[in-house]
């Protein structure tokens, strides 16, 4: 009785032992903290006009991770904390920022010309693009990324008319593909978390 | 001591402490005034936290030299989606209201200047009953 107890206990420990030793020598892996896109999607191409008059396409940038965002200059609210957080990141990345470009997209091209949008995006960082272009190239940017804008009438209000839109901040790889997306407030150690981990 | 007397003393003392601790506490005030750089001609929002020590009020209005238009704006997220909504007026409860990125905010419409970092400004609150708060507001790093 006492030598089969003795047994059991002895390969119990044995378990327990390699179960320890398993957790130490393979690390868990670490798991992103966005909405991650599995697969990713091949990021549709963009291109807009930017403050020095010159044609913007997404492509010219693989290689590098493009943040980016919809908004518009007259939104003194979702959209300038979402950019001040940005710059945040880019702070935080170090050296690594040169690797990261921030695109900023208006939902508002009536109000917004793409000098006034890179005026207004290098408050944050001179390295940040604003892009515009005519409401059809627009439309196609935004219906190629699920972007819900709409205006809204206030007629008493001296705003004219606000814009509703997505606030969701879009990651594309180094491979040109949608790979991750986070939700408004999003802190900002998580973001640099996760483009540490597409640097690797 | 009678024991009603004790009993009425302890109640009188236990109320005494619940409206010090639910109720807010010294003056009204307006801390954390703050707003965020902007480009003339463009909008900005200023942010601030009020503490209502009592009675319930309401903030009527907003005004500043600052901008062609001041308004009190709500943020409202719905589905990752922003809209951004003129508010009438705002309940003042007692203890803290606050004005933050994300949800209640001043809107400056039509800056008459730039607004950059270390830059001054005022802004004046006006509650139904504490009256006018002029609000000494710093531009902060964006």
Redesign the interface.
């Known amino acids: 009785m006492n030598t089969k107890v003795t047994w059991v206990g002895l390969i119990l420990l044995v378990l327990i032992g390699a179960v320890i030793a398993m957790a130490f020598y393979f690390p868990k892996t670490e798991s992103y903290r966005g909405t991650l896109y599995d697969p990713p999607l091949s990021a549709p191409e963009i291109e807009l006009t930017q403050g020095d008059g010159s044609r913007y396409r997404l492509s010219k940038n693989r290689g590098d991770i493009v943040l980016l965002f919809f908004g518009y200059t007259s939104c003194p609210d979702v959209c300038p904390t979402t950019l001040s957080d940005l710059k945040r990141v880019m702070e935080e990345l170090g050296a690594n920022a040169e690797r990261v470009q921030v695109i900023f997209v208006t939902v508002d091209p009536e109000r917004d010309t793409p000098q006034k949008l890179q005026e207004y995006v290098s408050i944050f960082n001179p390295s940040f693009i604003g892009l515009s272009g005519s409401m059809q190239e627009l439309e196609k940017v935004w219906g190629n990324y699920g972007v819900y804008r709409e205006e809204a009438q206030f007629p008493n209000s001296a705003t004219g008319y606000l814009v509703n839109h997505s606030a969701r901040l879009y990651v594309i790889d180094q491979d040109g593909n949608l790979r991750l997306s986070y939700s408004f407030g999003t802190p900002i150690d998580d973001i640099v978390h996760d483009l540490k981990m597409l640097f690797k | 001591m009678s024991r009603v007397h004790k009993f009425v003393f302890f109640a009188v003392f236990a109320l005494v402490l619940v409206a010090c601790s639910t109720g807010g506490s010294g003056e009204f005030q307006v801390n954390d005034v703050w707003a965020?750089?902007?480009?003339v001609g463009?909008?900005?929002?200023v942010f601030f936290v009020i503490n209502n020590p009592g009675p319930d009020d309401m903030l009527l209005s907003v005004s500043s030299e600052i901008a062609?238009?001041v308004?009190m704006?709500m943020?409202i997220?719905q589905d990752?989606?922003?809209?951004?909504v003129?508010q009438v007026n705002v309940p003042v409860p007692i203890g803290e209201t606050i004005f933050e990125?994300?949800g209640l905010?001043v809107?400056?419409?039509?800056l008459k200047n730039d607004l950059k970092p270390g830059d001054t400004f005022t802004v004046t609150l006006n509650f139904e009953k504490a009256g006018d708060r002029l609000l000494n507001v710093t531009v902060r790093e964006?």
């Open positions: 965020r750089p902007g480009l463009g909008n900005a929002a062609s238009a308004e704006h943020t997220m990752d989606n922003m809209q951004m003129p990125p994300g905010h809107m400056l419409i039509g964006p």
